[in-house]
């Protein structure tokens, strides 16, 4: 028999579902039960069915379904870049120079279209002289009147979202590298359940009556009390915890990285979020068809499109490196150097802007400076990638700089930071030689955390520096990751009041 004192506790709204639910035949979703009329909002279902639970009268399941839809309807009229690339390249004779494909396809589609192309297997890219040209493969051949794995799937899409279990992952995550190409659809059914407890209360006789937990004075001065039924007060029942005011994660975690660098004689650098390619790129001897510029890497701006460098000197000195190399013994990339190119308007893609800019107004040894800086790239979202991410940079500016310093450097930051179990290997940037990567394993897998070099004198040589100088990018919300165990980088920037509160203070 179920105690009297139960029955006085439940609230009003656990009486309507414990009745609702018993109605039904005990088990009901919350969309069936405001369907029927019995509840006006799922809120006051799922309130009173998770207290419900909690007294053991009813039980909640949940069942999660992820499905898949075309985000970009654009693509299903158009095709996939490399598909119209196929179509355009076949209708030429399955052979086309790679400047009259960009005219077929402009604004930058022919750039998405050629990494596909080389990707799936469907071109190959020949060089006759000067000129480069796409030619088909005879799996492109074999493809003209047929579809590929991910047209297949963007066209059962196209008839309704298709469920991840009917979909291959591995397309699924090509499509999905795509910008905004495809979405992930969750889906949550829930269904709420009485227990034998629950039916016992249910048909135990219990009365809907409207139910009062604050008295008013209004209610005392015409009675309206003497006939009330007053909700019961449990004193042992769960108060929510009183979190403290606190910083967010992420700001205390700068401002400890700050300290650290100034504890160790650092000062701080900045610059701006808008920059010309020429600082951003160039002057870092960064090769104008290197494919960071492109649009699928960099984010270039309609107003101003262009900046102009005014320092014509510094120009026409990152002009020669580019072109022979000038007066650093280097051969330089050769070619014929674009100053339109270097005045592009773009969203810095790296911290090493700060630092550049930074050398060319304190070029003699010895310095030490680093910044926490905003960065944009046009990645795509994952577990571990932002369009938007921070980069810790620094130099070093010594007459005695050496690699082993670097590596020290590095070391001393991350033990510092609580990690002295890193990896480093070597690795290419157009800006440093000799170069490195570092990575840390976390997660089941080796995560990158940064990379750091020495800058090469092409980058130096207009800023007349004449010892090593010594420079790093790491990883500002990677490093928040491993400190926190974060497994996915979305959550640093997710406004959780509930993660936020149960963070430690220290």
Known sequence: MIGSDILEGLSHNEKRLLLALDEVGGSASPVDLIGSGRFDLEVEIMGAASWLESKGMATLTEVVERFYVVSDASVLETGLPERVAIRCIDAAGGRMDMNALAEAMPGGADKIAVGWLKRKGLADIVKDGDVKALVLTDRARDLLDSQMPDEELLARMAAGPVPEAEADPAVVKDLRGRQGMIAEKVVTSRTVSLTDLGTEAA???????????????????????????????????????????????????????????????????????????FWNLDILFTPQDHPARDLQDTF?????????????ELVEAVRN??????????????????REKAEAALLRTHSTVSSIRYIAEHPDAPQKAFSISRIFRKESIDATHLPEFTQIEGIVIDENADFNMLISIIREFYARMGFDQIRIRPAYFPYTEPSLELEVFFNG??????????????????????????????????????????????????????????????
């Open 203 to 277: 048909r135990s006789g219990i009365e809907l009556r409207p139910q009062v937990s604050d008295i008013t004075d209004r209610m005392i001065q015409n009675g309206e009390w003497r006939d009330a039924e007053f909700r019961r007060y449990d004193i042992q029942t769960f108060a929510p915890t009183i979190a403290p005011a606190k910083k967010h994660p992420l700001s205390r975690l700068g401002a400890q990285v700050r300290r650290l660098f100034t504890d160790m004689g650092f000062t701080e650098m900045s610059s701006e979020y808008v920059q010309p390619a």
């Open 445 to 506: 897998k080796w995560m990158e955390l940064g990379g750091a070099g020495i800058f090469r004198p092409e980058v130096l040589a207009p800023f007349g520096v004449k010892h090593p100088v010594l420079a790093w990018g790491f990883g500002f919300e990677r490093l928040a990751m491993l400190k926190w165990n974060i497994r996915d980088i979305r959550d640093l920037y997710i406004s959780d009041l509930d993660n936020l509160k149960a963070n430690t203070i220290l």
């Open 321 to 338: 490196i580019h072109e022979n190399g000038w007066t650093t013994g280097s051969t330089g990339w050769g070619g014929e150097w674009s």
């Open 300 to 312: 270039y701006l309609e107003t101003p499109s262009k900046i102009r460098v005014e320092d014509e």
